[in-house]
T-cell receptor, first 113, second 110 residues
Framework: GAVVSQHPSRVICKSGTSVKIECRSL??????MFWYRQFPKQSLMLMAT?????????EQGVEKDKFLINHASLTLSTLTVTSAHPEDSSFYIC?????????FGPGTRLLVL | LAKTTQPISMDSYEGQEVNITCSHN???????ITWYQQFPSQGPRFIIQ???TKVTNEVASLFIPADRKSSTLSLPRVSLSDTAVYYC???????????FGKGTRLSVIA
């Protein structure tokens, strides 16, 4: 199957700082990527849809000014958590679709102290 | 987006065949059925996808009855490494976000 990578795999930051997470489709181009968040023992929750060359679409309840998404190329989407707080600590996962199937990245564990 | 219902958990012994059934009563004409596997602290891994009847790959089989209101993921001869959460998702393909339910936590016992 297609490969999606994320970087970093885990990050620890201080409250109030910003953190950028990268999502790359390694062997295919993706005009659309998706960002999910997963809290312990819970399922994945869709945060936003990232569209190459245009603004992202955010799900209800997700602050677009806090979770900045940039989809600058057909293989890269970034999620920046701005002014992070401890409640933002979670597992962030991106996905990209080949046209038929969505493939997920390995996830990024964010811990805000 | 069609809602799915799966058993919360299942237990199985090693070497057995495991069948996980998913209900999706309001599946739409253009919807496909996709199953993912997720291990702790990892992203979901694609297992299998289908539209109708039966689909088989090297990992699993997917059975879909004619009315498409349910589907069954079949894992042959499970091993301890198959212990994971399995998600059934229903939706259109083509840059459509997936809506995850609670999934089924499969525990394989030696």
């Amino acid at each position: 199957g297609a490969v999606v990578s994320q970087h970093p795999s885990r990050v620890i930051c201080k409250s109030g700082t910003s953190v950028k997470i990268e999502c790359r489709s390694l062997d295919f181009q993706a005009t659309t990527m998706f960002w999910y968040r997963q809290f312990p023992k819970q399922s994945l929750m869709l945060m936003a849809t990232s569209n190459e060359g245009s603004k992202a679409t955010y799900e209800q309840g997700v602050e677009k000014d806090k979770f900045l998404i940039n989809h600058a190329s057909l293989t890269l989407s970034t999620l920046t958590v701005t002014s992070a707080h401890p409640e933002d600590s979670s597992f962030y996962i991106c996905s990209a679709e080949t046209g038929e199937t969505q493939y997920f990245g390995p996830g990024t564990r964010l811990l805000v102290l | 987006l069609a809602k799915t219902t799966q058993p919360i958990s299942m237990d199985s012994y090693e070497g057995q065949e495991v069948n996980i059934t998913c209900s999706h009563n309001n599946i739409a004409t253009n919807d496909y059925i996709t199953w993912y596997q997720q291990f702790p602290s990892q992203g979901p891994r694609f297992i299998i996808q289908g539209y109708k009847t039966k689909v088989t790959n090297e990992v699993a089989s997917l059975f879909i009855p004619a009315d498409r209101k349910s589907s069954t993921l079949s894992l042959p001869r499970v091993s301890l490494s198959d212990t994971a959460v399995y998600y059934c998702l229903v939706g259109e393909i083509g840059n459509t976000p997936l809506v995850f339910g609670k999934g089924t936590r499969l525990s394989v016992i030696a």
